[in-house]
């Protein structure tokens, strides 16, 4: 055959595509980085509602139950039973707004 080249040779890489791909790819690493969600499980606020709605429920429930006990033992039916409810629902909003004052955690404190 002939030992002639072809008229066209391969054209080798540019190193501007590659520049480019790289920086494509760190682009796209940077964009998923901050795309991803940053907080695992429930969230702070989530958290504190259930704690204040546990902290409500738990201080009426607990003066009822308590306030039903006194009665039964004592026999002054619908006073102890007012009063628990009352002390329950005292207990109850102290301990929320104890909650409410209280400073949050500092995630970047213990490093």
């Known amino acids: 055959m002939s030992d002639e080249k072809p008229a066209r040779e391969s054209i080798a890489e540019d190193a501007r595509i590659d520049a480019l791909e790289a920086r494509l790819k760190a682009a796209r690493e940077r964009e998923d980085e901050r ?8 969230d702070a606020n989530y958290r504190s509602g259930n704690r204040v709605l546990a902290d409500l ?51 970047d404190e213990d490093r």
């Open 35 to 42: 795309n991803r969600p940053k907080v695992k499980g429930a």
């Open 57 to 107: 429920l738990g201080g009426i429930f607990g003066g009822l139950i308590i306030g039903w006990a006194f009665d039964a033992l004592v026999g002054t039916m619908p006073w102890g039973l007012l009063a628990g409810l009352f002390f329950g629902i005292g207990v109850a909003f102290r301990n929320i707004i104890r909650a409410a004052n209280a400073r949050p955690d500092d995630p």
